[in-house]
């Protein structure tokens, strides 16, 4: 039987990838049917948390959603983001990912960064660990402000040179986050692994949104964020339909009483 990474690979230059994020079981219980891919992604630190950086998220933070996430996933590849900190080094990287492994059932983990976490990477993958990569804007090593990436000579050879190096240790594809247009276009016509999309243009091999963003659940002004619902205003309207029938005393009726 063909792996769900084989068939992710496979995508590249056919169809596209489609990459959800999901942090509990009934967001991916629906998320699956659509998505080739379910990430756990860091990002639940300011969806659901509230905080003003990834940096805040522990290793049982992504432990416990993934965990609930397991349950609604059943024909996408699960990847679980390693949080800040959990692989500063070779062994405590190991240590961890095989810990969100072993308590999860994810698929594989995604780590950011290129040059830099090189002998990571590569030890990971040794060691029979499935890894996803992140390039272009690396929230977990932010500061200041917001800026894409890839526009200069520099960081487009830089941003290339990356995306190389994580193909040659094994990674399986990778997420682009905020590059410039030319340079996702450039990066994408020079490796053979898929390249993910997040504000990357539609040159990517795949793209990826935070469910939250798009379905206007979560508000956000950011640039690369499309709107394409809001359910919001569903959930106030089923609220407030409960609400009135509490008050008026519609419900519970007869039928929902013992
Ligand atoms: O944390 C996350 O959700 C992510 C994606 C948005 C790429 O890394």
Sequence with gaps: MISKIKRILLKKNKSKIICLTSYSKNFASIVDKYSDIILVG????SVLYNYNSTRHVTLKNMIDHSKSVRMGVSKSLMVVDMPYKSYSNKSEALK???KIIKYTKCDAVKLEGGQKIKNIVKHLIKNKVSVMGHLGILPQ???GKFKSKGKTEKEKNTLIKDSKIL???GVFAIVLECVNSNTAKKITNSIKIPTIGIG??????GQILVTDDLLGLNETKIKFVKKFINIRKNIEQ????F???VINKKY????YSY
């Design 243 to 245: 609400k009135f029938e």
């Design 200 to 205: 990357s243009s539609f040159h990517c091999d």
């Design 252 to 255: 519970p009726s007869k039928k």
């Design 96 to 98: 961890n990912a095989k």
């Design 238 to 241: 089923g609220i407030k339909k």
């Design 42 to 45: 860091d990002s639940l630190g």
């Design 141 to 143: 090593s932010m500061v």
């Design 167 to 169: 193909e040659s240790l």
